[in-house]
């Protein structure tokens, strides 16, 4: 009667999952005589037989834990900082004001003429944006404040920004300066 409903796709896939089954209880089995077979030796004081599937003792590979994994910590600062960063980071301090990325970028095109020269002005702009992306991001060195008033960010030293909000401090609104 079964068989009237089921296609051969449905048989054969039945087949498989119950050969499948039969595997494991099967291994299970095993499993489970070894056991028995290991505690009548351990009650009448014999010595432990040994597993049918076992492997030779070997040494054992340490393999990684399964899910994700954890975020390198950066130690002592972390990496030094490349000549690009420093430039501007030095930049900013030494205007003491919070700087568009305009602003820098003219400044970057001035300071690789004399350090990279052979540096295309399309590679110093790329240079400078990826510098800025990782001093503002995952290093932490610089902060953003956004005013709305133009496109794109102004950035700043971190310490004039708060550490948790990463809001612009209200006494640092004076090293703003829209031009």
């Known amino acids: ?68 994994r954890k975020k390198r910590e950066i130690k002592d600062g972390g990496y030094r900082l490349n000549p690009w960063d420093l430039m501007v980071i030095e930049l900013i301090r030494s205007k003491d004001r919070l700087l568009p990325k305009e602003d820098i970028m003219a400044h970057a095109h001035k300071w690789a003429a004399k350090n990279e020269p052979k540096m295309s002005s399309e590679e110093v702009e790329a240079k400078v944006t990826r510098t800025l ?33 990463g809001k612009l401090k209200k006494a640092m609104f004076d090293k703003l300066v829209l031009s």
Do not use: C
């Not at 595997?23 to 010595?47: C, H, M, S």
């Not at 001093?135 to 550490?163: Q, V």
């Open 1 to 68: 009667m079964a068989a009237k409903r089921l296609n051969t796709e449905d048989i054969d896939e039945l087949l498989a999952n119950y050969r499948a089954e039969r595997r494991r209880l099967n291994f299970q089995l095993t499993r489970v005589r070894e056991a028995i077979a290991e505690l009548k030796a351990v009650r009448d004081g014999k010595p432990i037989p040994a597993r049918s599937g076992a492997k030779p003792a070997t040494t054992k590979t340490t393999r990684r834990k399964p899910g994700r």
């Open 133 to 165: 992306q990782k001093l503002s991001g995952k290093r932490g060195e610089l902060g953003t404040h956004r005013t709305g008033l133009r496109r794109g960010y102004h950035y700043g030293i971190k310490d004039w920004f708060f550490a948790t909000s």
